[in-house]
């Protein structure tokens, strides 16, 4: 229970260390307004069209009677909406931080010099194309299990009792804890951590990484919500990872001093 007080108050570090930082929370909401128009325009192109692709897919429902071709193809175009709209609560984290790569890149940064007791950060050297290889690439083994889950999730959802009580909560930890992978994965892929380590090193603190990812999963089924909170997530997973790695923080996000605010 400690561990899952302690990732939420990560979460507020975050927020409260971006606010500390005005400068540069404007910059850091593009990133997430580029994704959400994508993603609307996604969804609502679905919407639009989503009945005619399911259609489309099932010619051996054309000869069905009434109402039976009907109710078939509306509850698959209800499964196929409601997998897109699952989807994007998980993709989205990676989609942005993909986008915004080079601004989080440097928030990173910024956060460790600032909580560090030495005002250094680690570097990982690499050329910026390289970085978005690597962040590209890992987060699309990160999606595939994420699927992976969703889909048997969204399966056992069928279970009666099981699947309307269970379920979903276990859906909310899983999503958390691919949340949480996806924004620590900007300060740990700078030191050098692969995507297997890094599995490894999450897994070993999970009751941790559910109180950080969990509530910011939950707060992202809000509209608009993930946009404004996305830097301060950045910022609060790059604290929490060096908690992960045993590594010392300083003062520097308890501290507000007059030469830190605006900054």
Same mark, same amino acid.
Not at 180 to 186: M, N, Q
Not at 189 to 204: E, H, N, P, V, W
Not at 229 to 239: C, D, K, Q, R, W
């Given at each position: 229970m400690h561990d899952l007080g302690a990732g939420f108050g990560y979460l507020l570090k975050g927020q409260r260390w971006m606010a500390r930082h005005g400068r540069h929370y404007? *910059?850091? $909401?593009?990133?997430?307004l580029i994704t959400l128009v994508?993603?609307?325009a996604a969804l609502v192109a679905l919407a639009?069209?989503?009945q005619d692709f399911v259609g489309w897919s099932t010619p051996f429902a054309d000869d069905w009677s009434s109402p039976w071709q009907g109710l078939f193809r509306g509850f698959l175009t209800a499964v196929l909406f409601v997998l897109a709209l699952l989807l994007s609560v998980l993709t989205f984290t990676a989609a942005t931080l993909l986008i915004g790569q080079p601004f989080y890149e440097t928030l990173s940064e910024k956060v460790d010099r600032d909580v560090s007791p030495d005002g250094t950060a680690p570097e990982s050297g690499l050329p910026l194309w390289r970085e978005l290889w690597v962040s590209a690439r890992d987060s699309l083994r990160i999606l595939v299990r994420a699927?992976?889950?969703?889909?048997?999730? *969204?399966? $056992?959802?069928?279970v009666p009792f099981i699947g309307q009580t269970v379920i979903p909560v276990i859906g909310f930890f899983v999503t958390g804890f691919f949340l949480?992978?996806?924004?620590?994965?900007?300060a740990l892929?700078?030191?050098?951590?692969?995507?297997?380590?890094?599995?490894?090193?999450?897994?070993?603190r999970k009751t941790l990484i559910w109180g950080f990812g969990t509530p910011l999963g939950l707060s992202f089924l809000v509209p608009f919500v993930a946009v404004f909170?996305?830097?301060?997530?950045?910022?609060?997973?790059?604290?929490m990872a060096r908690e992960l790695l045993g590594e010392e923080t300083g003062e520097g996000d308890a501290e507000v001093g007059p030469a830190s605010v605006g900054e």
């Open positions: 404007g *910059f850091g $909401l593009i990133p997430g994508l993603y609307v639009l069209w989503g699927v992976l889950w969703g889909v048997l999730l *969204f399966a $056992l959802g069928f949480t992978e996806e924004l620590t994965a900007v892929q700078r030191r050098g951590i692969d995507l297997r380590a890094r599995l490894t090193l999450l897994r070993s909170l996305m830097p301060g997530a950045v910022a609060g997973a790059t604290m």
